[in-house]
């Protein structure tokens, strides 16, 4: 097991940090962009600029053509040539020149040739359908495009447009832009690694704040806080571990509560299941039915602690199954009203105004209404009178439990659900029970899908109240399940 642990630690410890990730991931991307941009500088250059050139000569070449009738197309000719430092030439099907605008590249072939060789073209651009293109080498060694075009005027003659333009060798600028690039790489590289580092440090300190801290918190101090810096998600990672830290204190804070109490519980009817047993055991005449009922009354506060225990944490484990039927819950709160009847002094007035029936687990509602009445008697004012009211409002039937006692603190209705809670937390009051009712009827009233909830008011009391769906007047649409149902006693 340790060695497992150990093994896991050893494999966390080789993965690679914020800083190694950051600094990878920039020097990637800047490797990535700048090998873009070589290629596109260095290697793609010339292809690029020549494929340039070519579209806009033929761009001027169609734009002659269209303006093949039009009297100033001398002027267009000349315009162009001089704005776009091309070559424009017009012939005639004979090799005549109509216009000629010509640059002075050294080595252009159009203005070097003869009528006979324009008459040659001619008939090469008519043969290729009235466009050509072609990049040379003149015999300077400069790179020429030569773009041919038949325009049809509108005389009925067919003129030849040629637009000669020169490439300028870019190799110069290639070499400068491949030492500006290397230069543009180690810059990136060594800032790359730079805002890598720092930024690491700023993601990284944060958290590495909060891993120290979940460690002492993993070790029991939940008074640690974790302080919300850094990223948004950072800072939000350190509420929720706030949140955690807080409901852990709050579980441990009750564990503690709940074994104070739980051997308090345990121990005074331990001590005076032994006291008397020990005074009837060595003192003659104490042998009396009283001391005996103080024994076995003892023995029954102890089993009803247990079986709360076991209750509840069937209940949370999700083990306990509901036994839907329906029944007459009124009915079921008469029979349980009635056993308390026997208490001397306790009164349980019960308004309701007629029998209201409900689909749920019969023994849980009761235990429900138990632990309901049961709280109510202890805390119970001095008229000592528990009232119970049953009404039916929208398809629910509600029942409330009333005490005229000391009332829970305003501050203190939410907690009194949790398991273990007791507002009196210095357990004066032995008879009073775990702190476990309350999350029992909760866990079954869940269960069952039902709602609850209490009102109280310090010195005057408080009004405990569970609703649940009610079923049919007499629940005689579901007659067959209600006669086996109600045999089980409240
Ligand atoms: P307990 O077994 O201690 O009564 P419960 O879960 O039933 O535990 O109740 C939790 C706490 O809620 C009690 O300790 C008590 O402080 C408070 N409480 C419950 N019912 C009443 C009541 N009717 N009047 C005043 N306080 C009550």
Known sequence: ??????????????????????????????????????????????????????????????????????????TLAYDTCVRTGVSIFITDPIGRSLVVCRQSFKGSLVADMGRLERMAIFEKVNLMGGSYTEAFTSRTGAGLILIGRVAPTGG????????ESEITPVDATVDTLRVQLLCVTLVMLLLGTALAALLARRMAGPLTAMSQSAKRLGQGDYSIRFAPQGAREVSDLAHTLNYAAG?????????RELLANVSHDLRTPLTMIKG?????????????????????????????????????????????????????????????????????????????????????????????????????????????????????????????????GEGIPPDKLKDIWDRYYKVDKEHRRAQVGTGLGLSIVKNILELHGGAYGVESTLGQGSTFWFQLPAVGPGGQNLGALVSSADSVGC
């Open 1 to 74: 097991m340790r060695g497992a642990r150990k093994e896991r630690q050893k494999g966390q410890r080789r993965l690679p940090g914020f800083q190694a990730q950051i600094t990878a991931g920039f020097c990637l991307f800047a490797l990535l962009s700048l090998g873009l941009l070589w290629m596109l500088q260095t290697v793609l250059l010339n292809p690029f600029y020549q494929a340039i050139k070519t579209g806009e000569a033929r761009g001027i070449a169609e734009s002659i053509v269209k303006n093949i009738d039009s009297q100033e197309l001398d």
């Open 156 to 163: 009925g003659d067919h003129w030849l447009v040629l637009v």
């Open 247 to 255: 409901e852990l204190s709050k579980v441990d804070q009750l564990r």
């Open 276 to 404: 008397y047993a020990e005074v009837m055991r060595d003192l003659p005449g104490e042998n009396t039915p009283e001391n005996v009922q103080v024994i076995i009354e003892e023995a029954e506060r102890l089993t009803s602690l247990v079986n709360d225990l076991l209750d509840l944490s069937r209940l949370e484990a999700g083990a306990v199954g509901l036994t839907l039927a329906p029944f007459d819950l009124t009915a079921c709160i008469q029979e349980i009203l009635g056993r308390y009847g026997k208490l001397a002094d306790y009164r349980f007035p019960f308004q309701f105004e007629g029998p209201a029936w409900v689909e749920a687990d019969k023994l849980k509602i009761s235990q429900v209404l138990y632990n309901l009445v049961n709280n109510a008697i202890h805390y119970a004012g001095p008229d000592k009178t528990i009232s119970l009211r049953q009404t039916v409002e929208g398809g629910n039937v509600r029942v409330s439990v009333t005490d005229t």
